[in-house]
């Protein structure tokens, strides 16, 4: 009986629908995020249908044939589900690491970890528990969205196995998506790493690697060659959007060789399925240390409390005070490095962000240094291999994946700068401190810029190779410099207050990852809707830093470098969105102009913020200065 009920225990064991799973489902249900989440998505959705709509809807307009009328209706449908299709794939690679990354760090902000792992339940139910409940949320939203393909069979134009084929692709990434970032948040307390690891992971899979394929496939078409069956396998195993498109395009799968859609969900889903073991033996890592009776799994922000409350607001150089009257000696005051041992300004806030690294610990610092420049330099070694590294669009493309990436790392760590305090017990103790709100939300704001400047500098020392190299000028490369580092100012001061008014990390940094949205996808939408006959849409190119970039780089190049540029000075021309073309000197104009607003708008909202400190934290003003006394 013992050994049967033994295997009893252990099969139950590996059940994932379990005690955490049930406890998560009446958390995520009672969060107020869960049915704004479901309003924004089914909204950001419906404004995309509307687009293509009112894109149809003036061609249909005076034709009488009815056959016509037919193809103009089959055609729309085929295009609204690409358009769910393609909306649904990418909500699903951003949503699923947003709503698992703080499913462990949250147990450790709250140091119920260490009493989760007394429990009988095994890391495998925990891990498996927090992450399909996670994934109900996203498939919720799916689901939510089903009606959009009614409407589009009821169109015509589109088979059900092709319907099927996209629920399955999109569920098979967001499990993806969602278990790295589980087993990022299981092995690191920071939230901004976690968020911004995920995503420098998905992009390189999804983006990096697909475009370095791409390339090698250019290559050899413009040798005469045929892309060989290795290309289609490789995207397909690796890369949802381009199954997709093959579902999409039939004609293109067969040309390509490419394999049938279930490949991809099987390699997901056995991706996802390796993600979740490691996770829980990390997991399970930290329970043999509470076992042992060793240090508890890393609190986060332990780093921050105590540097707040013994050097931001105390001094570097604070040593305990003796015992009164206790017959004993005082004790010395703990060695401190040089270092350490400098003196606070007057703003501590400020002193303290200046000295926050990007990573807390010196070996993480340095794998991410060097793995940033290892990949960076095969990426070079790749392309030059196929005399692709010297196109324009391989600097576009290069321009592109960076200015993703920094607009990500900024909305993350934005969103994370007051909200992380918020969640940890370093709060209280700052509104308590003689620090006002002008030293608390600059302070921040330039923390943020302090902590953006190594990736901002690799991005630089990118640019200037290819300047000494030739291949772009000092010019383009000052301009695509200029254009990441102004534009995305903005998203510091957004994150900043969304930070400030929001208790929880998650809500602050998926707000600020949907204001970028909002400013170029949303806006050109609307536009397109009010407007579609005159194309209203692309009056946002005037402040999209993507415009500006392709821009640069396809006139701003050497005109001697045949392979880069082969056109006369004529064929030239810089169009800034719905403004139409313009001179060289009126684009660089352009340029600094629409970035000097993009600061002056963040300086704007910072100094807003800053103003209305007390009255959203609900701290009573400081009526006096306090003395040196």
């Given at each position: 009986m013992?050994?049967?009920?033994s295997?009893?225990?252990?099969?139950s064991?590996?059940?994932?629908?379990?005690?955490i799973?049930?406890?998560e489902l009446?958390?995520?249900a009672?969060?107020?995020r869960?049915?704004?989440?479901?309003?924004?998505?089914?909204?950001?959705?419906?404004?995309?249908?509307?687009?293509?709509?009112?894109?149809?809807s003036?061609?249909?307009?005076?034709?009488?044939?009815?056959?016509?009328?037919?193809?103009?209706?089959?055609?729309m449908g085929?295009?609204?589900?690409?358009?769910?299709?393609?909306?649904?794939?990418?909500?699903?690679?951003?949503?699923?690491?947003?709503?698992?990354?703080t499913?462990?760090?949250?147990?450790?902000?709250?140091?119920?970890?260490?009493v989760?792992?007394?429990?009988?339940?095994?890391?495998?139910?925990?891990?498996?528990?927090?992450l399909?409940?996670?994934v109900?949320v996203?498939?919720?939203?799916?689901?939510?969205?089903?009606?959009?393909?009614?409407?589009?069979?009821?169109?015509?134009?589109?088979?059900?196995?092709a319907?099927?084929?996209?629920?399955?692709?999109?569920?098979?990434?967001?499990?993806?998506a969602?278990a790295?970032?589980?087993?990022?948040?299981?092995?690191?307390?920071?939230?901004?790493?976690?968020?911004?690891?995920?995503?420098?992971?998905?992009?390189?899979?999804y983006?990096?690697f697909?475009?370095?394929?791409?390339?090698?496939?250019y290559?050899?078409?413009?040798?005469?060659?045929?892309?060989g069956?290795?290309?289609?396998?490789?995207?397909?195993?690796?890369?949802?959007?381009?199954?997709?498109?093959?579902?999409?395009?039939?004609?293109?799968a067969?040309?390509?060789?490419?394999?049938?859609?279930?490949?991809?969900?099987?390699?997901?889903?056995?991706?996802?399925?390796?993600?979740?073991?490691?996770?829980?033996?990390?997991?399970?890592?930290?329970?043999?240390?509470?076992?042992?009776?060793?240090?508890?799994?890393?609190?986060?922000?332990?780093?921050?409390?105590?540097?707040?409350?013994?050097?931001?607001?105390?001094?570097?150089?604070?040593?305990?005070?003796?015992?009164?009257?206790?017959?004993?000696?005082?004790l010395?005051?703990?060695?401190?490095?040089?270092?350490?041992?400098?003196s606070?300004?007057?703003?501590p806030?400020?002193?303290?962000?200046?000295?926050?690294?990007?990573?807390?610990?010196r070996?993480?610092?340095?794998?991410?240094?060097?793995?940033?420049?290892a990949l960076?330099l095969?990426?070079?070694?790749?392309?030059?291999?196929?005399n692709?590294?010297?196109?324009?669009?391989a600097?576009?493309?290069?321009?592109?994946?960076?200015e993703?990436m920094?607009?990500?790392m900024?909305?993350?760590i934005a969103?994370?700068?007051?909200?992380?305090?918020?969640?940890?017990?370093t709060?209280?103790?700052l509104l308590?401190s003689?620090?006002?709100?002008?030293?608390?939300?600059?302070?921040?704001a330039i923390?943020?810029l302090r902590?953006?400047?190594?990736?901002?500098?690799?991005?630089?020392?990118?640019?200037?190779?290819?300047?000494?190299?030739?291949i772009?000028t000092?010019?383009?490369?000052?301009v695509?410099v200029?254009?990441?580092?102004?534009?995305?100012?903005i998203?510091?001061?957004?994150?900043?207050?969304?930070?400030?008014?929001?208790?929880?990390?998650?809500t602050?940094?998926?707000?600020?990852l949907?204001?970028p949205?909002?400013?170029?996808l949303?806006?050109?939408?609307?536009?397109?809707?009010?407007d579609?006959?005159?194309?209203?849409?692309?009056?946002?190119?005037?402040y999209?830093?993507?415009?500006?970039?392709?821009?640069?780089?396809?006139?701003?190049?050497?005109?001697?470098?045949?392979?880069?540029?082969d056109?006369?000075?004529?064929?030239?021309?810089?169009?800034?969105?719905?403004?139409?073309?313009?001179?060289?000197?009126?684009?660089?104009?352009y340029?600094?102009?629409?970035?000097?607003?993009?600061i002056?708008?963040?300086?704007?909202?910072?100094?807003?913020?800053?103003?209305?400190?007390?009255?959203?934290?609900?701290?009573a003003?400081?009526?006096?200065?306090?003395?040196?006394?």
């Amino acid at each position: 009986m013992k050994q049967v009920y033994s295997a009893a225990m252990r099969i139950s064991a590996l059940n994932p629908v379990g005690a955490i799973f049930g406890k998560e489902l009446r958390v995520t249900a009672r969060r107020k995020r869960t049915y704004f989440l479901r309003f924004i998505y089914l909204g950001v959705l419906l404004l995309f249908l509307l687009g293509v709509y009112s894109e149809h809807s003036y061609e249909r307009h005076g034709h009488s044939n009815a056959l016509l009328k037919a193809q103009q209706q089959n055609a729309m449908g085929l295009e609204f589900f690409g358009v769910f299709s393609f909306f649904s794939i990418t909500a699903m690679a951003i949503l699923g690491p947003v709503l698992t990354s703080t499913s462990m760090s949250g147990e450790r902000l709250h140091k119920t970890l260490p009493v989760l792992l007394m429990t009988p339940l095994s890391s495998w139910e925990i891990v498996s528990g927090k992450l399909l409940s996670r994934v109900l949320v996203a498939t919720t939203l799916i689901g939510l969205s089903l009606p959009c393909l009614a409407v589009v069979r009821l169109l015509g134009g589109v088979e059900l196995d092709a319907m099927f084929s996209t629920i399955c692709l999109c569920l098979s990434t967001v499990l993806f998506a969602a278990a790295l970032w589980l087993f990022f948040s299981t092995c690191i307390n920071r939230a901004y790493g976690t968020i911004i690891l995920s995503y420098v992971v998905l992009l390189m899979l999804y983006a990096i690697f697909a475009a370095m394929a791409t390339a090698v496939a250019y290559s050899n078409v413009r040798s005469g060659r045929l892309p060989g069956p290795g290309y289609g396998m490789a995207m397909a195993i690796t890369n949802p959007f381009f199954t997709m498109e093959s579902v999409l395009e039939p004609k293109m799968a067969m040309l390509l060789k490419t394999p049938p859609w279930w490949i991809c969900v099987i390699s997901h889903v056995t991706a996802t399925a390796v993600l979740l073991l490691l996770t829980s033996l990390v997991l399970r890592r930290s329970e043999r240390k509470l076992a042992e009776g060793g240090a508890s799994p890393a609190m986060p922000a332990e780093e921050e409390r105590r540097s707040i409350s013994t050097v931001g607001l105390a001094g570097a150089d604070a040593a305990p005070p003796p015992l009164p009257d206790s017959g004993e000696k005082a004790l010395p005051p703990p060695a401190v490095s040089r270092r350490a041992g400098r003196s606070v300004s007057d703003n501590p806030v400020l002193w303290r962000e200046l000295r926050r690294p990007m990573m807390s610990k010196r070996w993480q610092r340095i794998v991410g240094s060097c793995g940033c420049i290892a990949l960076l330099l095969f990426t070079y070694l790749w392309l030059g291999k196929f005399n692709v590294l010297e196109k324009r669009d391989a600097q576009i493309g290069y321009a592109i994946v960076f200015e993703v990436m920094l607009m990500l790392m900024t909305c993350a760590i934005a969103g994370t700068t007051i909200a992380q305090e918020r969640e940890s017990d370093t709060w209280t103790l700052l509104l308590a401190s003689p620090v006002s709100g002008q030293n608390v939300v600059w302070g921040k704001a330039i923390g943020v810029l302090r902590r953006m400047m190594w990736p901002m500098i690799l991005v630089a020392m990118h640019f200037t190779g290819f300047v000494m190299a030739g291949i772009i000028t000092l010019k383009t490369a000052a301009v695509v410099v200029w254009v990441m580092i102004s534009f995305n100012t903005i998203f510091i001061a957004t994150g900043t207050y969304l930070s400030l008014r929001l208790k929880k990390v998650l809500t602050a940094v998926a707000l600020n990852l949907v204001v970028p949205l909002a400013m170029y996808l949303g806006v050109a939408l609307m536009l397109q809707i009010v407007d579609s006959r005159h194309d209203a849409g692309k009056f946002v190119g005037s402040y999209v830093p993507f415009n500006y970039i392709v821009e640069s780089i396809e006139n701003l190049t050497p005109r001697h470098y045949q392979l880069v540029d082969d056109r006369t000075e004529a064929e030239k021309s810089f169009r800034v969105g719905g403004l139409g073309t313009v001179t060289e000197s009126g684009f660089i104009t352009y340029a600094v102009a629409v970035g000097l607003a993009h600061i002056l708008v963040a300086a704007v909202m910072l100094q807003g913020t800053a103003a209305g400190f007390n009255r959203i934290v609900g701290r009573a003003p400081q009526s006096s200065e306090l003395g040196p006394g």
